[in-house]
């Protein structure tokens, strides 16, 4: 289940909740609380293991790069060997397969560079979605907090007057 669509669900449940009058306290079913909360538990897991999946595709596109450009520098090899016959054209394809070893090496740091990137932009997301689940959950908490305090203040047991009753 998607953390954002938690976070929506725990904001909605403090909208629809009861508000005590006078105050600025709801009170919450603690049951749909926790209920949410279990799923959020459940749920960051997943955006970790999403992160790791990110950095295992960026560990597989530098492994393709690498790949790709020891075909490059083989096949450069290959070039030169067979070209080894004229001294002039012997030299003309040791240039070329320098220049082609460089564009690979270039080819590949650029495809690293971007895959680094990406793995920020994506890191930097989940970073950002889970501080706001952090701080949704903790003014969840201290609301929840604030209302035991005032419900406490505001038990009948406390007042001379009352039967025990439980106020109902």
């Known amino acids: 289940m998607d953390i954002l669509h938690l ?10 909740s009861w508000r005590i009058p006078f105050t600025s306290n709801v009170v919450v079913s603690e049951d749909d609380f926790l209920d949410i909360i279990d799923q959020m538990r459940v749920s960051i897991p997943e955006e970790v293991k999403q992160a790791r999946r990110v950095s295992a595709e960026r560990d597989h596109v530098l492994e393709q790069a690498q790949g790709e450009a020891d075909r490059i520098i083989a096949l ?28 690979a090496e270039r080819s590949s740091e650029e495809v690293k560079a971007e895959a680094d990137v990406y793995v920020m ?19 969840g908490i201290r609301q929840v907090q604030e209302s035991a305090v005032v419900q406490e203040a505001d038990s009948p047991a406390e007042r001379p007057d009352a039967g025990g ?4």
């Open 76 to 103: 450069a090899q290959e070039q030169a060997g067979s070209l080894a016959d004229d001294h002039e054209v012997m030299r003309s394809a040791y240039a070329q397969a320098d220049e082609i070893v460089a564009q």
């Open 165 to 168: 009753d439980g106020g109902q």
């Open 121 to 139: 932009e994506a890191l930097g997301a989940l970073e950002e979605n889970l501080m706001r689940l952090l701080t949704t959950v903790r003014n």
């Open 7 to 16: 976070v929506d669900r725990l904001e909605s449940l403090l909208n629809q």
